[in-house]
């Protein structure tokens, strides 16, 4: 038995695609949103028999965060804090569920909160990633969460910590939260990728010019680049192990 899961979008409804089928996803709308406008998913696990989906709630207030179970809400984050943004990605321990994304203390600007990362297990606080006292006193000082990943009982975390600069910033990666690279580099911080024993970063280096470029990173080490040519405005989402 094999299948492939693709998600679609119609306008209002949440999809997937199994051996080329396409199925409507009916997901349990929560009752504190009264103007719920759709739920959009943006990742889906299968573990232990069971669906798993990673999205949020539209509504005209914002974005709430939500995990669904088989199309049952399993939780959601506080919905009070509306800071339109999203998770970044989730895995499981034991039965657990955690989930990465932003910390929000206050929202001045929905479109650009002040924030640090954190993970969520079960939909409760479980872990703030970033100098929590530099949070506090500056403004400049936020974290941004970029991936989560997990390589059997160790779970690795990416983030991009601005320090105030628009662009200027550090990659940092964490294993069980205790951190074991930093990069100071220019640069956006796009993925990674947990093979084996190796881990692979991908950044794209802020530059003058028109040109995407894209820098891959071996645990640690350059080992190519990737350059577009100055019209092809390029967007790198991800990369895969195609050996397994």
């Known amino acids: 038995y094999t299948v492939n899961r693709f998600l679609t979008f119609d306008p209002y409804t949440p999809q997937y695609w199994e051996d080329g089928v ?21 990742s889906v696990k299968e573990y232990k028999g069971d669906l798993y989906y990673m999205g949020f709630l539209r509504a005209a207030n914002g974005k709430t965060q939500c995990m669904w179970k088989n199309g049952k809400l399993l939780f ?15 895995v499981f321990e034991n039965n657990d569920v955690i989930m990465l994304t932003q910390y929000v203390t206050s929202i001045n600007d929905i479109n650009n909160p002040h924030c640090l990362a954190a993970t969520y297990r079960n939909g409760k606080l479980e872990h703030i990633i970033g100098d929590t006292a530099l949070f506090k006193t500056s403004r400049g000082y936020n974290v941004y969460p970029i ?18 600069n628009y662009t200027f910033g550090d990659l940092v990666l964490y294993k069980n939260y205790q951190e074991i690279f930093r990069k100071d580099l220019t640069m956006n911080f796009t993925c990674f990728l947990l093979t084996g024993e190796d881990i692979y970063i991908v950044y794209e280096p802020y530059t003058v010019t ?14 190519r680049s ?19």
């Open 147 to 164: 991936g989560i990943g997990q390589n059997g009982d160790d779970i690795y975390i990416g983030v991009f910590e601005k320090k105030g």
């Open 226 to 244: 990737l350059i577009g040519k100055p019209q092809d405005r390029l967007h790198f989402q991800g990369i895969v192990d195609t050996h397994k």
């Open 22 to 42: 396409i199925y409507d996803v009916d997901l349990e709308a929560p009752s504190f949103e009264s103007m719920t406008i759709y739920p959009y998913i943006q």
């Open 76 to 90: 959601h984050n506080d919905p009070t804090l509306n800071s339109n943004t999203t998770a970044k990605g989730f």
């Open 210 to 223: 028109d040109q995407e470029i894209f820098t891959f990173l071996k645990n640690g080490k350059e080992v």
